[in-house]
């Protein structure tokens, strides 16, 4: 991390440095934390498992949702707690059991609380704050302290909870190969945090853009739009995120010389999406591709191309693929002149002392 970097007195980009290192003090917890152990021996894949958030932990609850379905084969599916406020006959099904799983950084977010409490089930809680409302009022609140932030944008906490979860799922199935997957990742990113810093910082330098695009097919889908959301934040710039192949489907109206465009590359349609890549490179699009391989195609359609090597299930890779995007939001609103420590309209909590 160059020394002379503004970003360097940043609380966010710290804490999007810090994350190899807060991986792997959260997996070690995860491996004695009692109360994983009590969810253990409690919990049923016989239920539907609703992971529940708002913001970024909506999108880390749909990153959950996909990868606890692939580890475990359980049902799971993610919803925003104001869905489950507003329409909850539309969140629930009325013959399914549920086992519900409440996401919040801060454990305070009025909407996440009172769907907590409105829920009729023992609730699992992850969060990192031990003694706010979602960690008391849950039967088995799971907290990573560690991985708590000084900043209004969630980084390391996406990443460490989507972890924590992922660890869970595995663990219920006794999934080993999943779990050695998930214990390589600090070690995997470390030395691209040294590395591709750098690139990213100088390709926002000498590009502007007015449109920036994230495509995820699977469970690379709540990756994208988590990566459209920190750009969001960070610069107050215009984002959106799409199902990779859906782009075709009318967004690829925007492709051009000023849409900066992510891709989130998956095994399982790695030919399908390097397609859709060399499409819109073909559109004059400027394009950053996280891939889990690299050939001689995919480097001559990225501009800014970032390998993440790890073996295992492709589920695995998922918190590898987020300090890019935060990155690149937190680059761009420098360059703009916003402090990311302080986002415009944003606050770390969203309390709202009337919602009933």
């Given amino acids: 991390m160059p020394q002379k970097d503004p970003a360097n007195q940043t609380h966010m980009l710290r804490e999007i440095f810090s994350q190899p290192a807060c991986w792997q003090e959260c997996l070690e ?41 692939m580890i475990t084969g359980a049902e799971a599916r993610a919803i925003p707690a104001s869905e489950i406020l507003l329409f909850p006959e539309l969140a629930f099904r009325k013959s399914q059991k549920i086992a ?79 779990l050695d997957a998930l214990q390589s990742v600090p070690g995997v990113v470390e030395p691209l945090l040294r590395e591709i810093p750098s690139r990213l910082q100088d390709f926002v330098a000498t590009h502007d853009f007015e449109d920036y695009v994230f495509l995820g097919q699977g469970p690379f889908y709540g990756v994208a739009n988590e990566a459209a959301l920190k750009v969001m934040e960070s610069s107050s710039s215009y984002a959106q995120s799409f199902h990779s192949l859906e782009f075709r489907h009318g967004p690829k109206s925007i492709a051009g010389p000023k849409t900066l465009i992510g891709f989130f590359l998956s095994d399982a349609g790695f030919e399908m999406e390097l397609d859709l890549l060399e499409e819109v490179k073909a559109l004059a699009s400027a394009t950053i591709v996280v891939t889990p391989r690299s050939n001689r ?26 300090p890019w995007g935060q990155l690149l939001g937190l680059y761009t609103g420098l360059k703009k002149g916003i402090n990311p420590d302080s986002p415009r309209n944003l606050t770390q909590v969203v309390i709202l002392d009337d919602f009933s």
């Fill in 100 to 178: 519900p799983v409440v996401i919040s950084r801060s454990g305070r977010t009025t909407e996440t609380v009172k769907t907590a409490k409105a829920i009729q089930a023992d609730i699992v809680a992850f969060t990192c704050a031990p003694d706010q409302p979602l960690a008391q009022n849950s039967r088995y609140p799971v907290v990573l302290s560690a991985a708590n932030e000084q900043s209004t944008v969630m980084t390391r906490s996406f990443s460490s909870i989507l972890l924590g979860l992922q660890h869970l799922a595995a663990r219920l199935v006794n999934q080993r190969a999943v």
């Fill in 29 to 69: 917890q995860l491996e004695t934390d009692p109360v994983i152990a009590d969810i253990l021996t409690h919990s049923s894949l016989d239920s539907e498992w609703l992971f529940i958030g708002c913001g970024t932990s909506y999108y880390l609850a749909q990153a959950a949702a996909a990868s606890f379905t």
């Fill in 297 to 322: 195609r995919l480097q001559a359609a990225a501009d800014v191309l970032i390998e993440i090597p790890i073996a295992g299930p492709e589920c695995a890779r998922l918190a590898a693929c987020t």
